[in-house]
Nanobody
Framework: QVQLQESGPGLVKPSQTLSLTCTVSGGSITTSKYFWSWIRQPPGKGLEWMGGIQYDGSTYYSPSLKSRTSISRDTSRNQFSLQLNSMTPEDTAVYYC????????????WGRGTQVTVSS
């Protein structure tokens, strides 16, 4: 059973860069057919897909966040990471990492989520 765990700072100042890491256990991020995503949920709002990285290293981003987002991976540690630049209070949210089948939007495995607050 694959497990995902987010880690990173809980508090970020405006204009700073957020860096989050998702550590995967019970399965390899390079296993063919899987896609690894970052998803967030601001308070009182729905889930927002931010972007992700495919088993072959290809990256895909939400058009609305593409200019500020970078997703990478460390295959030796079985981790993938999110960087979100120029943070504002509107980026305050619970951030999740999740796995799906490449080409499909049904996320079968999720991390527990990590709260990120943007405040000075």
């Amino acid at each position: 059973q694959v497990q995902l765990q987010e880690s990173g700072p809980g508090l970020v100042k405006p204009s700073q860069t957020l860096s989050l890491t998702c550590t995967v256990s019970g399965g390899s991020i390079t296993t063919s057919k899987y896609f690894w995503s970052w998803i967030r949920q601001p308070p009182g709002k729905g889930l927002e897909w931010m972007g992700g990285i495919q088993y072959d290293g290809s990256t895909y981003y939400s058009p609305s966040l593409k200019s500020r987002t970078s997703i990478s991976r460390d295959t030796s540690r079985n981790q993938f990471s999110l960087q979100l630049n120029s943070m504002t209070p509107e980026d305050t949210a619970v951030y999740y990492c999740a796995r799906s089948i490449a080409g499909h939007a049904d996320f079968s495995s999720w991390g527990r989520g990590t709260q990120v607050t943007v405040s000075s």
